[in-house]
T-cell receptor
Framework: ETGVTQSPTHLIKTRGQQVTLRCSSQ?????VSWYQQALGQGPQFIFQ???????GRGNFPPRFSGLQFPNYSSELNVNALELDDSALYLC????????????FGSGTRLTVV | QQPVQSPQAVILREGEDAVINCSSS?????VHWYRQKHGEAPVFLMI?????EQKGHEKISASFNEKKQQSSLYLTASQLSYSGTYFC???????????FGGGTRVLVKP
């Protein structure tokens, strides 16, 4: 098992810019979920993709968008970055929705200045 | 609405026991438990399903009270490696999103 890989690990962007974060899911996992984790807080659900279709979305504005590819890897895109978008972005994959728990990647630390 | 975890933090001596609670105001299908060490990814510990049995992972076990919509995580004979932040994640329906609590910071001292 290769686990969940996220890239880049750290990123600094300027307010108003756009960013793309990438996630390679664990082999055999068809579900990818994205979370935003502010310092000292629990992960907040952004959205989930199951077999390339969005399967639920949290309370995030439309400038947060995503994709899942045929190999089940995924991207998180954020447009018009705001200072409050600074956080750790976690990707989690699972073999079937939430049935067997999530395997998390180490995250991308995004800083917006 | 996110589940509420208590306590927010706990300090233990090696070998001591602790209980972490996770409460939801909504009917739940499942409760997940994860542990996150500083600077690392959260690691899955166990999942408890509605109508399911109490689970265990090493000397860590958990229960799910469906009537109260509450889950408890039991750290028994704690080890130094148990230090970290514990998160519960709740699911309202099968295949639905997982909503995490604010976390409980656990520090186990020698």
């Amino acid at each position: 098992e290769t686990g969940v890989t996220q890239s880049p690990t750290h990123l600094i962007k300027t307010r108003g810019q756009q960013v793309t974060l990438r996630c390679s899911s664990q082999s055999g996992h068809n579900t990818v979920s994205w979370y935003q984790q502010a310092l000292g807080q629990g992960p907040q659900f952004i959205f989930q993709y199951y077999r390339e279709e969005e399967n639920g979305r949290g309370n995030f504005p439309p400038r947060f968008s995503g994709l899942q590819f045929p190999n089940y890897s995924s991207e998180l895109n954020v447009n018009a970055l705001e200072l409050d978008d600074s956080a750790l972005y976690l990707c989690a994959s699972s073999p079937l929705l939430t049935a067997y728990g999530y395997t998390f990647g180490s995250g991308t630390r995004l800083t917006v200045v | 609405q996110q589940p509420v975890q208590s306590p927010q933090a706990v300090i233990l001596r090696e070998g001591e026991d602790a209980v972490i609670n996770c409460s939801s105001s909504k009917a739940l299908y499942s409760v997940h438990w994860y542990r996150q060490k500083h600077g690392e990814a959260p690691v899955f510990l166990m999942i408890l399903l509605k109508g399911g049995e109490q689970k265990g992972h090493e000397k860590i076990s958990a229960s799910f009270n469906e009537k109260k919509q509450q889950s408890s995580l039991y750290l028994t004979a704690s080890q130094l490696s148990y230090s970290g932040t514990y998160f519960c994640g709740t699911e309202e329906a099968a295949g639905n999103k997982l909503t995490f609590g604010g976390g409980t910071r656990v520090l186990v001292k020698p």
